[in-house]
């Protein structure tokens, strides 16, 4: 079964350090990958996707994240972190066959941003 | 481009009543739309697939007759909480396949407070 491992569920971060988070994904096939932002009571916003090509994708908001398929992983970086970036996190994978894909989430991680 | 917009925002009902939660794609045909819950400070799990014209595909432990499913056009899908209870006070997200390999959106959440 499809699964997402987030190992992190709070880091906190000085506002202009640099930022990783860390996602690992179980899939048997070659994974579509999503990480998304949720700011407290809202829904989710889509920072960036990785379905195919380069192994680095770039997103909103200054965010990347790479895809490493040796290490079935899909971190998320940010070289400069700004207070309005506090928020949840969540990486998530595309499962199921093309026509119906579902999202199976990780648990997610809360970034708390120090002045 | 490809929002879902989702109503209400925030409902409090009182045990024993049922409540519908609206989901519409706004600038784009949606065949599929999910639909997630979502406790305090967890991940979201999915409750249920919504494919226009035909029945919900419902996750392993989820109650069809609980939580009614419509997708009877392909810009709006409801979820009715039937006969609902404090333990059904939760957050409600839906979300929606964008087409051309867009990815998914998500709704802004509904707040459900059972009293």
């Known amino acids: 079964a499809q699964s997402v491992t987030q190992p992190d569920i709070h880091i906190t971060v000085s506002e202009g350090a640099s930022l990783e988070l860390r996602c690992n994904y179980s899939?048997?096939?070659?994974?579509?990958l999503f990480w998304y932002v949720q700011s407290p009571g809202q829904g989710l916003q889509l920072l960036l996707k990785?379905?195919?090509?380069?192994?680095l994708v770039q997103g909103i908001k200054g965010f990347e994240a790479e895809f490493k398929r040796s290490q079935s992983s899909f971190n998320l970086r940010k070289p400069s972190v700004h207070w309005s970036d506090a928020a949840e996190y969540f990486c998530?994978?595309?499962?199921?066959?093309?026509?119906?894909?579902?999202?199976?989430f990780g648990t997610g991680t809360r970034l708390l941003v120090s002045p | 481009g490809a929002v879902v917009s989702q109503h209400p925002s925030r409902v409090i009902c009182k045990s024993g009543t049922s409540v519908k939660i609206e989901c519409r794609s706004l600038?784009?045909?949606?065949?599929?739309m999910f639909w997630y819950r979502q406790f305090p400070k967890q991940s979201l799990m999915l409750m249920a697939t919504?494919?226009?014209?035909?029945?919900?595909?419902?996750e392993q432990g989820v109650e069809k007759d609980k939580f009614l499913i419509n997708h009877a056009s392909l810009t709006l899908s409801t979820l009715t909480v039937t006969s609902a209870h404090p333990e059904d006070s939760s957050f409600y997200i839906c979300?929606?396949?964008?087409?051309?390999?867009?990815?998914?959106?998500f709704g802004s959440g509904t707040r459900l407070t059972v009293v």
């Open positions: 979300s929606a396949r964008v087409p051309l390999g867009g990815g998914y959106t």
């Open positions: 990785y379905f195919s090509g380069d192994t």
């Open positions: 899939y048997g096939a070659t994974p579509y």
């Open positions: 600038d784009f045909q949606a065949t599929t």
């Open positions: 919504s494919n226009e014209g035909s029945k919900a595909t419902y």
């Open positions: 998530a994978v595309g499962a199921g066959n093309t026509g119906f894909q579902k999202l199976v």
